[in-house]
């Protein structure tokens, strides 16, 4: 059985830092690439980072240089550091395999990030 679980967020300053950690199961990890993504108030899910089944990692431009995706292949987990962060990076964050921009898994449980002015 798929499960992708992501916990680590919560209310934090604009500014502040949050890490967020997914754990994944159900599917062979080390050979998919896996991306975080996220989800605001009325708008579309969007990816927002992914690193490759090799560690090459690529972020959207709004959190680029802010945001560090990383991967533990012996625990079968993904991270996300995000710093410096914004009102404007409040949503659920979920994590997926992802193909291209677009996740491949039934979405698992996500986590809410509020990011206060």
């Known amino acids: 059985q798929v499960q992708l679980v992501a916990s680590g967020g919560g209310l934090v300053q604009a500014g502040g830092s949050l890490s967020l950690s997914c754990s994944a199961s159900?599917?062979?990890?080390?050979?998919?690439?896996m991306g975080w993504y996220r989800q605001a108030p009325g708008k579309q899910r969007e990816m927002v980072a992914i690193i490759t089944s090799g560690g090459t990692t690529n972020y959207v431009d709004s959190v680029r240089g802010r945001f560090t995706i990383s991967r533990d292949n012996a625990k079968n987990a993904v991270y996300l550091q995000m710093n410096s962060l914004k009102p404007d990076d409040t949503a659920v964050y979920y994590c997926?395999?992802?193909?291209?921009?677009?996740?491949?898994?039934?979405w698992g449980q996500g986590t809410q990030v509020t990011v206060s002015s």
């Open positions: 159900g599917f062979v990890f080390t050979v998919n690439d």
């Open positions: 997926n395999v992802a193909v291209g921009r677009i996740g491949q898994l039934p």
